[in-house]
């Protein structure tokens, strides 16, 4: 096994540290408060931890705005916590990928404020600058955050790019510089010991030549980013040349958050040859229902069509198989709920839902992503007024689409914003019924709590051996135990079933079968499962065979 293939064997535990654990009583999240719950996640079976961004940030977008990349945000706590952190962490044999945000800085990055102060400076091109053309921005595009992705500058008489905040301006990879100054703050983290990185959006770092204007989508004034600065020109050459003079160097794991890619792009940017990342976040599976066409763009409050779902995560089990390597995520800190998302958190189904969800996912070939509060079944938080979101995507989209250009009510946005805003993964986690969920015994914590946080919490899921939380354990011990998991060739078994998502896997003589009822009804289905199989796992305590009762779940192996 070649040094870094060890990623095909992890389990990552996400972890936003704003909200999962406070230990000083200001009612965010710390490092200290992670150090402390460790145990927890070993137990849970995971053995890589990724951290949501740490560093020094005004928090325009919670962290994805970094002022100093070597500095700790000193809400977290401070440097010295960070490598008690890392220590007790490799104590416990748990690996930590950081979180690496290099299309953009904040506009309090030192970088940023040298550069806006004129053209003639060592960080002048650091960031994309252009001159107003007409008297206007330069093209028509449009932040991922609404409204324009240009904002003027007087000093110096130039708009500059931000495809995100107006506080998140775009880095020029173009310029070596800034290229050099990128891997040099790789290295600062590798070097101190981290085992990796994900890499935020970084199929955004070239963009297109001459940056011309883009399409614009039925009720918007803009273009948006997103496809047009997506998997650009000098894309491939920047990652070989990140792989050549870091990457390479280390022995670590990497995963690309690359959105609007497919599984050709994967393989080119996350080959098994080593030559690049090792697997890509991919969004296809995420993204089912989303109307790019329309202003509204990924607002809505459809449930996502199981036939689309397995034609997604099919296409890509089988175009990257032997080529590259799959990423497994239902969720994370930008996607909602998984098991509110994807199934049914009503009471009556939550827990085998959830289960459900867990087994669909595990089963497969890649390495899973399990997002803090996942293996508990937590779900969104169904918030019913504005005023009860943080997120600054969310509150924007909601001014632009309702205020502004008045496309659908208050109402239906609201509805929008309960089935996909990013705060749905930003309550804190869940740790007991007790008064803030265990999450802080300060004042307030920082953002409003789930409300069924007193029949949803580990604390009661760590005495139920029947819970999400142990179904969860033995699907990542079974995969550790079972190559075939790991490793076996996919098959997509009755591809137009609405109903039931069952696949089987293949290594060696070994066959594996998972079945997996996405309704909360009961449908019989005949998989033609030999005699003397293995029950490795479901999710009712007996096995009625060809009937599947509602969201059931079961693998067998033959």
């Not at 930008?334 to 827990?351: H, I, L, M, T, W």
């Not at 076996?488 to 998502?501: N, Q």
Request: charged share 25%; aromatic share 12%.
């Amino acid at each position: 096994m070649a040094k870094n293939d060890w990623f095909k064997d992890s389990v990552v535990y996400q972890i936003y540290p704003m909200s999962f654990q406070d230990s000083n009583g200001d009612g965010i999240g710390d490092l200290k408060g992670i150090e402390s719950r460790l145990d927890y996640v070993k137990k849970l079976g995971a053995n890589t931890i990724w951290l949501n961004p740490i560093y020094k940030s005004p928090n325009k977008d919670n962290g994805y705005d970094i002022a100093d990349y070597e500095s700790i945000q000193p809400a977290y706590g401070t440097m010295a916590d960070f490598d008690s952190l890392l220590a007790a962490m490799h104590s416990k044999g748990i690996k930590l990928l950081m979180d690496l945000v290099v299309n953009h800085t904040s506009d309090q990055n030192e970088w940023f404020q040298e550069s806006k102060k004129s053209r003639d400076n060592k960080y002048a091109d650091f960031y994309i600058w252009r001159d107003p053309v007409d008297g206007h921005a330069p093209n028509n595009w449009g932040s991922n955050f609404a409204g324009s992705a240009w904002t003027f500058v007087p000093e110096r008489g130039q708009y500059y790019l931000h495809c995100f905040a107006e506080g998140q301006p775009d880095l020029n990879w173009r310029n070596p510089e800034v290229r050099e100054a990128v891997y040099s703050l790789m290295r600062f983290w590798l070097d101190k010991g981290v085992d990796g990185f994900r890499m935020d959006v970084i199929n955004y770092i070239s963009k297109p030549d001459g940056l011309p204007d883009g399409p614009v989508p039925a009720g918007s004034k803009y273009s948006p980013c997103e496809p047009l600065t997506t998997n650009g020109p000098h894309l491939l050459e920047y990652l070989n040349e990140m792989n050549d003079k870091v990457l390479s160097k280390y022995d670590m794991m990497t995963v690309g958050e690359m959105p609007a890619t497919n599984p050709e792009d994967a393989v080119r940017y996350a080959n098994l040859d080593g030559s690049g990342l090792n697997m890509i976040f991919q969004f296809e599976h995420v993204s089912l229902s989303f109307n790019p066409d329309q202003a509204i763009g990924k607002w809505n409050d459809e449930p996502v069509k199981l036939t689309e779902l397995k034609h997604s995560l099919s296409r890509w089990q089988a175009g990257l198989d032997g080529k590259s390597w799959n990423s497994l995520y239902w969720n994370n800190h930008d996607q909602p709920r998984a098991v509110s998302r994807f199934a049914n958190d009503e009471p009556e189904f939550r827990v085998r839902a959830a289960k459900m969800l867990g087994t669909t996912l595990h089963m497969l070939q890649g390495t899973p992503y399990v997002y803090e509060g996942e293996e508990l079944g937590m779900t969104n938080g169904h918030f019913t007024s504005l005023d009860q979101y943080e997120d600054i995507e969310s509150i924007n989209a909601y001014k632009q689409i309702v205020d502004q250009e008045h496309l659908v009510s208050g109402d239906k946005m609201l509805s929008y914003l309960a089935s996909r805003s990013r705060d749905n993964a930003r309550t804190p986690m869940q740790w007991d019924n007790g008064k803030y969920a265990g999450f802080t015994t300060g004042d307030k914590p920082w953002y409003r709590l789930n409300a069924n946080y007193p029949e949803i919490n580990a604390a009661d899921e760590l005495v139920d051996q029947d819970s999400v939380f142990y179904y969860y354990q033995k699907l990542i011990q079974l995969r550790r135990d079972n190559d075939i998991i790991r490793y076996g060739r996919f098959e997509a078994l009755d591809p137009k079933d609405d109903a039931v998502f069952a696949y089987k896997r293949h290594y060696n003589d070994l066959t594996l079968v998972s079945i997996n009822n996405f309704t909360a009804e009961s449908v019989a289905r005949d998989y033609q499962i030999p005699a003397g199989a293995q029950l490795l796992i479901g999710n009712y305590a007996d096995d009625q065979g060809t009937e599947l009762r509602p969201f059931e779940s079961k693998v067998y192996l033959f």
